[in-house]
């Protein structure tokens, strides 16, 4: 019986710990003045990455991510 409890909290302990480490990317709308050009930008480990969405005339969408400022390592 401690056996088994023992294991059941092992697994709730690694459950927590995967789900504390693999958070989904929160990406942070910025205003722009084109309405071609959407930006976003997100904290990837110690990366700023800015994401530019360009809409072109015929509707069609092109993403393009690029990394920013690092930070110290």
Not at 59 to 70: K, P, Q
Request: hydrophobic share 45%; no cysteine.
């Amino acid at each position: 019986m401690k056996f088994l409890l023992s294991v059941i909290a092992g697994m709730l302990i690694l459950a927590f710990f995967v789900f504390w480490k693999v958070q989904p990317p929160v990406w942070i709308d910025v205003e722009t003045n084109s309405p071609q050009l959407k930006q976003s930008m997100r904290m990837a480990g110690t990366t700023l990455q800015v994401k530019h969405i360009i809409k072109s005339d015929a509707g069609e969408e092109t993403t393009v991510i690029s990394n920013g400022i690092s930070g110290p390592k």
